[in-house]
């Protein structure tokens, strides 16, 4: 199957030119970017297109936590925010999970004001956007005070009401008569508005003490608490947030390279032959003669004790990602440069190289003008593949212990974290970080068939 | 066909040869002995450690025995971590569990990838194929860990709370095996080995049906077609010989992967294989089993690849000539 590359495709035989105009027209064609026929083909595929801007939404996200004015701060997702595992969305406003939330943040002063230097303690109670009102240790333990009564309220109220609903059940087991049931029901329904009414009194008590942030606070604070909180009460949502920049990171850095040392071994390989193609050959089939959890290992155990300081970062390499974008990069490369071989091989054959060798063209501006452009789309298709390889290994190396180091969030330590609550039943935070991984991951998968479609002319949809 | 063989076998010592030297020097790069050491440990204990295990020697040295052990197969070089087992105990009895993985895995995985892409590829265009294929991307996004974690939920926690069916335990226990092989396989494995199953088959299904259309506009089929084949044997006879040499290279290409999924699988699910082990050995400094388990895991994939080239041979007699 002799593939036509772009450069030497015959004009498609257009419409007869009915006057002067458009013969004219015919024989300029604009040659621009975007008039290319691939391009033209790719623009149209609405689904790879909203793929595109899926994809440069996470970028842009993850361009505005990395710099300066960070959109979240590393601080800012390993502070607490409330009682741990707390669900999210609709379920926040269960009535247990409330009283939860009431009892935490109760506990939280009168642990403070327990310590040594309850005044210390208080200034630095602090979640997020919630922290105790600037008052007198007196009026706090006051305030404390009260808001025990208003529990212990609550609780006599709950007990009401759940033994009202217990009676409903058993007069339904006994096939009571229908008024006693009203009765009952009726019960039911009193103790539940007079639980309402202790559970908001109690909420009031609480607010004294820690006010709810009010305007824009408000709102971001609602949005940590949207995906519940985890094990030590940290915000869900921001951690699968800020798991962005950890992710495009991971994913940039060792795409980036793989791509570009594909393109330049698998390149000089096709093209060349000969001894060239033998060592890049040989070096690839070695490589991948591992598979890349085994480099990683190796590559762990030997970063582990390392006391090497990086020179910019300042940390111990075992500390940085280093580890994990060479134990990617290693083997990521080798799918490129594989293709671009064979792409390149086949190409070198064509008849247009032939004339540009005749004419007597460098063999760097041969691979410069004529060969990477007609192998650009390969390079677009297998960034995409290795950003979702990169990402995708990411999960496994966390998991093993292996990944992302220190407490900055990704998504495969969400997941990891997450594995104990999953056998609890509680599925937020595994919910959350799957659920960005799986639209970024989405995206590129969507966006390489686009492109492919677009550009490979050999590719059967 | 034996010079073939020999040829491709004669190619592929020399890469494994290396990846050897690779591997030795990498582990080398950190003190091994310091690392599996106390801080506070002499000099002497240093000293006798590395003469222990031959590391005072020059690297071409260690080099050689290391081959010379693999190659005879001599692995009774003590354990570090383990200190009463040789590397060979400890390797041992790690390989039956991992293959009791993949082996099932990779066959379940092809057959049932091979029969989607065809089920696909028959209908092309129509609702059918679309929806598959937009199963099997959906599939491709979601990582292996989250398939392992709600696997393992709802096979082993949830269908046993909520149905009574005590199909697949949690995790692997040595102690309460009943000595039934198959009962055994089906608690313990079968379970790892259909979330392997689901995890490959997004990719698998994928290409196993762009390579199959490809095949659909060959003249072959048009001639079978013409003389009244029905869809079926075109499809099951004629097409999927002529679809096998990418098919098995894929299937190599998913070996590694295998290994690496095993790997994630034998860790969750706690199973005495290769992957857990050498994770276990590494996590504990293990230095001499770490290198042992690489070498012998690179030795598999060069065994593989051989394999496949033998096997593109006998597929298709075209390739053992040029």
């Known amino acids: ?461 | 066909m034996w010079s073939y063989v020999v040829r491709r076998v004669l190619y592929n010592i020399p890469i494994y040869l290396v990846i050897v030297m690779v591997v030795m020097a990498m582990l080398r790069i950190n003190d091994p002995v310091s690392a599996y050491l106390s801080k506070n440990a002499t000099e002497a204990e240093r000293a006798l450690k590395e003469a222990e295990f031959g590391l005072d020697q020059p690297f071409l040295v260690q080099y050689f025995q290391m081959l010379k052990s693999i190659v005879t197969l001599d692995f009774s070089a003590k354990s570090w971590y383990q200190e009463t087992n040789t590397v060979g105990q400890v390797i041992g009895p790690s390989i039956l569990p991992s293959l009791k993985i993949t082996i099932p895995a990779l066959l379940f995985s092809t057959l049932i990838a091979i029969v989607v892409a065809l089920i696909a590829a028959a209908n092309r265009g129509r609702a059918i194929d679309r929806g598959l294929m937009f199963i099997a991307v959906v599939g491709m996004s979601v990582s292996f860990l989250v398939f392992i974690i709600l696997g393992q939920y709802f096979g082993a926690f949830w269908l046993t709370e909520k149905t009574g069916v005590d199909l697949f335990a949690v995790r692997y226990d040595a102690d309460r095996l009943s000595g039934n092989f198959a009962a055994d396989w089906v608690k313990y494995f079968l379970l790892p080995v259909m979330i392997s199953v689901v995890v490959s088959m997004g990719y698998d299904t994928r290409f196993y049906r762009t390579v199959i259309v490809e095949q659909t506009n060959a003249d072959y089929i048009r001639t079978a077609k013409a003389k009244g084949c029905s869809q079926a044997r075109v499809m099951f006879i004629h097409l999927l010989r002529n679809a096998m040499i990418p098919i098995i290279t894929r299937v190599m290409i998913t070996m590694p992967f295998l290994i690496v999924g095993s790997l994630l699988l034998e860790v969750y699910f706690s199973i005495p294989g290769m992957g857990a082990t050498l994770l276990t050995h590494m996590q504990n400094k293990d230095f001499a089993v770490t290198q042992t388990i690489v070498a012998i895991l690179a030795a598999i994939f060069i065994l593989s690849n051989i394999l496949t080239d033998v096997l593109y041979a006998i597929v298709d007699p075209r390739v053992r000539l040029s």
């Open chain 1, 1 to 461: 199957m002799a593939q036509q590359p772009r450069g030497t495709k015959p004009a498609a035989p257009e419409a007869q030119p009915t006057d002067l105009l458009s013969a004219r027209a015919g024989a300029h064609r604009p040659t621009g970017f975007f008039d290319k026929p691939g391009v033209r083909k790719f623009v149209r595929n609405r689904t790879g297109m909203a793929s595109l801007i899926v994809i440069s939404l996470f970028v842009i996200v993850a361009v505005a936590i990395a710099i300066p004015p960070h959109l979240i701060s590393l601080d800012q997702v390993q502070s607490r925010v409330g009682p741990g595992t707390q669900p999210g969305f609709g379920l926040a406003s269960d009535p247990y999970a409330r009283i939860e939330v009431a009892e935490f943040f109760l506990g939280e002063v009168e642990k403070a004001l327990d310590s040594s230097e309850p005044e210390a303690a208080l200034a630095e109670l602090r979640f997020a956007e919630r922290s105790v009102k600037m008052m007198p240790v007196e009026e706090i333990e006051a305030a404390l005070d009260s808001g025990y009564e208003a529990f212990d309220l609550l609780d006599e109220a709950l007990i009401e009401f759940e033994d009202a609903e217990i009676e409903v059940e058993e007069l339904e087991d006994d096939g009571a008569e229908a008024a006693e049931l009203a009765e009952a029901r009726a019960a039911v329904a009193a103790t539940r508005a007079e639980f309402a009414a202790a559970l908001l009194a109690l909420e009031t008590e609480v607010d004294k003490l820690f006010p709810s942030p009010t305007g824009w606070d408000a709102f971001v604070y609602k949005l940590r608490l949207v995906a519940g909180t985890d094990r030590q009460g940290r915000s869900i949502a921001f951690r699968a947030i800020y798991s962005i920049k950890t992710a495009t990171q991971i994913g940039m850095v060792t795409a980036l390279f793989s791509i570009i040392v594909g393109a330049i071994l698998g390149g000089a390989a096709g093209f060349f032959g000969g001894i060239v193609d033998h060592a890049v050959v040989w070096l690839y089939s070695t490589l991948s003669s591992i598979p890349y959890i085994i480099w990683l290992i190796v590559i762990a155990f030997v970063f582990r004790e390392s006391t090497w300081h990086v020179p910019l970062l300042g940390k111990p390499v075992s500390q940085t990602l280093i580890p994990v974008y060479i134990a990617f990069s290693v083997t990521l490369w080798v799918g490129t440069c594989r293709v671009i071989r064979g792409e390149a091989m086949k190409i070198k054959s064509m008849d247009y190289i032939q004339s540009a060798v005749s004419i007597g063209a460098s063999p760097f501006r041969i691979l410069i003008k004529h060969v990477l452009p007609n192998v650009m789309y390969l390079l677009f298709i297998n960034f995409s593949l290795a950003f979702v390889a990169a990402i995708k290994g990411e999960v496994i190396l966390s998991y093993l212990g292996l990944g992302v180091p220190g407490g900055q969030p990704s998504w495969g330590v969400m997941i990891r974290d997450s594995k104990e609550d999953v056998v609890l039943g509680v599925f937020w935070e595994l919910g959350a970080a799957t659920l960005m991984m799986f639209i970024l991951v989405y995206a590129f998968n969507i966006l390489s068939d686009a492109l492919q479609d677009a550009f490979d002319p050999k590719h059967v949809g």
